[in-house]
Structures are given as structure tokens and as C-alpha cells.
Nanobody, 125 residues
Framework: QLQLEESGGGLVQAGGSLRLSCAAS????????TAWFRQAPGKEREFVAA????????YVADSVRGRFSISRDAAYNTVYLQMNDLNAEDTAFYYC??????????????????WGQGTQVTVSS
């Protein structure tokens, strides 16, 4: 059974960078679409980025395009979220997810079956 564990969150100043990691166990990520979502206090969980298992195509939310990128290291069975030029609006709990959604549902929470516990990212202004 696939399990996910995030790491790499923390406190960073505005304009700084962080790289989140999502380590998988129990199954290979090669046959899963993997995604990052985030949830700020009082807000719904929102899509950040995804990497489709077929072809490796990546998708990012408009709010982070040009600053965030998603990648996968097959050898380590790990997915990363590189976050650059962070700002206060990026403060949230970040979650890793895996599933096999169709393209039209890749940005929706319900399309993913497996989730990690999340990691907190706080950006100070």
C-alpha cells in the first residue's frame, strides 16, 4: 500500500526558497500521478502542482507559475516541490498526493486517493 511522507517545510523570509520532499513507500511512484496541494488557515485545500505519470507532463497553478516547479526522482521514489520567490500568500500546510486521475480532474482534491500528513511552510514578510 502506497504511503507518502512530506518533509522540508519551515520558516523562510519573503523572497526565499524552499524545497519540499515527498518520499513514497510501499509502491513505486512511476505509475501514479503525483501532486502538491496546500491549505491555509480558514481556506479550502487548493491545487499547487502535479506531475502526470504518463509522459511526465507537469501542471502548476496560476498563482505559483514561474516560481514553483514539481519534479520526481525515480531512483529515490520521491517527488519534490521547488518553491522560489516565496511570499506571505504562500504560507500554508503543504500536502503531497498520489493517484491516477484523468487530466480534467488533476487539480481536484477528490481525484487523489493517497495523501501524506503534510508539512508547514511559513513565509515571513
Amino acid at each position: 500500500q502506497l504511503q507518502l511522507e512530506e518533509s522540508g517545510g519551515g520558516l523562510v523570509q519573503a523572497g526565499g526558497s524552499l524545497r519540499l520532499s515527498c518520499a513514497a513507500s510501499g509502491d513505486s511512484l512511476r505509475s501514479y500521478t503525483t501532486a502538491w496541494f496546500r491549505q491555509a488557515p480558514g481556506k479550502e485545500r487548493e491545487f499547487v502542482a502535479a506531475r502526470r505519470w504518463i509522459g511526465g507532463t507537469t501542471y502548476v497553478a496560476d498563482s505559483v507559475r514561474g516560481r514553483f516547479s514539481i519534479s520526481r526522482d525515480a531512483a529515490y521514489n520521491t517527488v519534490y516541490l521547488q518553491m522560489n520567490d516565496l511570499n506571505a500568500e504562500d504560507t500554508a500546510f503543504y500536502y503531497c498526493a498520489a493517484g491516477r486521475p484523468i487530466v480534467s480532474t488533476m487539480r481536484t482534491v477528490g481525484a487523489y486517493r493517497t495523501w501524506g500528513q503534510g508539512t508547514q511552510v511559513t513565509v515571513s514578510s
